[in-house]
T-cell receptor, first 115, second 109 residues
Framework: DTEVTQTPKHLVMGMTNKKSLKCEQH?????MYWYKQKAKKPPELMFV???????INESVPSRFSPECPNSSLLNLHLHALQPEDSALYLC??????????????FGEGSRLTVL | AQRVTQPEKLLSVFKGAPVELKCNYS??????LFWYVQYSRQRLQLLLR??SRESIKGFTADLNKGETSFHLKKPFAQEEDSAMYYC???????????FGKGTKLTVNP
């Protein structure tokens, strides 16, 4: 299995809702990433987990809460989001966060709409 | 701070013509450079890494440290090359990959 799988593919939520995005990979990768991509813009890094520990938080608002339950899973918990948070959220993995760290495997993304 | 510049938002060529997608970077150390591609309705995927000096799908890219460039080239473009191309840079030892704004390549029949 050489894929990163993200669920759900689409999510619509209100500003008071709590929801989660999920990401899974079974390639034995030890680094996992969350990126945010707005329409016609490049991906922007949000978080990096390395060996299940949070190693980078790019000053993301606390309404986004990442979690890495094990080396294969990555979650992004969403609470009290704003309409401007509507975007495509991409999960990615790499072998680890140093060796071949630039070689990312991306999921198809979860398209989030905040009403 | 590292920065990646792709000067062309859109690039249109005819099938069989050569194509060059430009990428310039600013970083004082030794960077790692990559090209990523996103075909229509497909996920973002790695196309090339500068350290491997390989040719993928007929594309090559050479790191020019003097000109701080990593341009992507293909001698004869094909219609299936139409896609969004992102140049990306990783600072040595960093977990962070910084993307350029991307160039949308259209290859016309």
């Amino acid at each position: 299995d050489t894929e990163v799988t993200q669920t759900p593919k689409h999510l619509v939520m209100g500003m008071t809702n709590k929801k989660s995005l999920k990401c899974e990979q079974h390639m034995g990768h030890r680094a996992m990433y969350w990126y945010k991509q707005k329409a016609k813009k490049p991906p922007e890094l949000m978080f990096v987990y390395s060996y299940e520990k949070l190693s980078i938080n790019e000053s993301v608002p606390s309404r986004f809460s990442p979690e890495c339950p094990n080396s294969s899973l990555l979650n992004l918990h969403l609470h009290a989001l704003q309409p401007e948070d509507s975007a495509l959220y991409l999960c990615a993995s790499s072998q680890d966060s140093s060796y071949r760290a630039g070689e990312l495997f991306f999921g198809e993304g979860s398209r989030l709409t905040v009403l | 701070a590292q920065r990646v510049t792709q000067p062309e938002k859109l690039l249109s060529v005819f099938k069989g013509a050569p194509v060059e997608l430009k990428c310039n970077y600013s970083y004082s150390g030794s960077p790692e450079l990559f090209w990523y591609v996103q075909y229509s309705r497909q996920r973002l995927q790695l196309l090339l890494r500068h350290i491997s000096r390989e040719s993928i799908k007929g594309f090559t890219a050479d790191l020019n440290k003097g000109e701080t460039s990593f341009h992507l080239k293909k001698p004869f473009a094909q219609e299936e090359d139409s896609a969004m191309y992102y140049c990306a840079l990783r600072r040595g030892g960093s977990e962070k990959l910084v993307f350029g704004k991307g160039t949308k390549l259209t290859v016309n029949p």
